[in-house]
């Protein structure tokens, strides 16, 4: 048994290595605003968002294995890589994110997906969640706890608070002026900086730190939820518990915002990107979980 799974990984990974190859590139339009994004498979749709920095690239490891069953459907987020770079805060604004995503769902001809979210992605992913349940068949998140986790957690928790300086930084107008291409590059693992490179440099830091101007929670924080209606639907959500950023005390009481079945599995070794660090684990866990019948 064991054997077979390391040969399954080497053969995954050996795939995620030529997936420039293997995918097709495609752009969907929500008002005006292009949204690149590389898809392959086919069957049942599952759509990835990934988070800062980052970009379509981030579920190299995972495409190629769900494609096997579905067709995966991983995006550029505005402001990133080949997508479209609008300005102005006001254009990253969260219900703007949620359409672009609706967007990608609905140029693939499908009328709902497994939406799969990290970082960023993860946080649109469970607004997409709450906004229009009836085109998300199931929600996997990776290192973003529920939104109303994480505000308790800045409300009340100082070692939160503390790690969250860097939100409260990037959140100062001219914090753009401060990140090049080749600083947000470093986060990559070293195989795969030269391709991460390349793609911040297609990118708009701005439009980047936008995203924490216009949507993350700011000083002085309160303990409040965002009044939005419980995720309906079966939830997966993955944390790597070396996450400095977000820290796991947020997914305490998450079962309380989601009315179906919630699976979550912590990962001791991981940090924030645990779709990397525990790359095979993570892979081999959505897959069995979504061939499982759910009510």
């Known amino acids: 048994m064991k054997q077979a799974l390391l040969a399954w990984a080497l053969t995954m990974n050996m795939q995620a290595a030529d997936l420039d190859k293997q995918v097709t590139h495609a752009y969907a339009e929500n008002n005006g605003v292009k949204i690149h994004y590389a898809t392959l498979g086919s069957g049942p749709l599952i759509v990835m968002i990934h988070g800062f920095p980052d970009f379509w690239y981030s579920w190299r490891h995972q495409m190629t294995a769900l494609a096997a069953t579905h067709q995966v459907a991983a995006l550029d987020l505005r402001g990133y890589n080949l997508s479209d770079k609008p300005k102005g805060v006001e254009n990253y604004d969260m219900k703007l994110l949620v359409g672009d995503v609706l967007a990608v769902i609905k140029h693939t001809g499908k009328q709902k997906a497994v939406i799969v979210g990290h970082d960023w992605g993860g946080a649109i992913a469970w607004s997409v969640a709450t906004a229009v349940p ?4 199931r929600l996997i998140v990776v290192n973003l706890p529920n939104p109303n986790g994480l505000r308790r957690e800045l409300a009340n928790n100082p070692e939160q608070q503390k790690n969250s300086a860097y939100a409260r930084n990037f959140q100062q107008e001219d914090a753009h002026t401060k990140l090049t291409p080749e600083a947000l590059a470093q ?10 490179l390349e793609a911040f440099r297609r990118s708009d830091i701005e439009a980047m730190l936008a ?24 939830v997966l959500l993955f944390h790597g518990l070396n996450d400095k950023a ?3 005390g947020a997914l305490n009481d998450t079962w309380k915002w989601i009315d179906a ?19 095979d684990l993570v892979t081999a866990t959505m897959k069995s979980w979504l061939a499982l019948p759910m009510p």
Request: glycine share 4%; no cysteine; hydrophobic share 35%.
């Open 261 to 279: 079945p919630l699976t979550l599995v912590t990962i001791p070794n991981a940090g924030h990107w645990s779709h990397w660090d525990a790359a």
């Open 134 to 137: 009836q085109m998300v068949e």
């Open 211 to 234: 995203y924490y101007k216009r949507n993350y929670p700011r000083e002085p924080y309160k303990d409040s939820t965002f009044g939005v209606p419980n995720a309906k639907m079966p």
């Open 246 to 248: 977000l820290l796991p």
């Open 187 to 196: 986060w990559a693992p070293e195989a795969e900086r030269e391709k991460y």
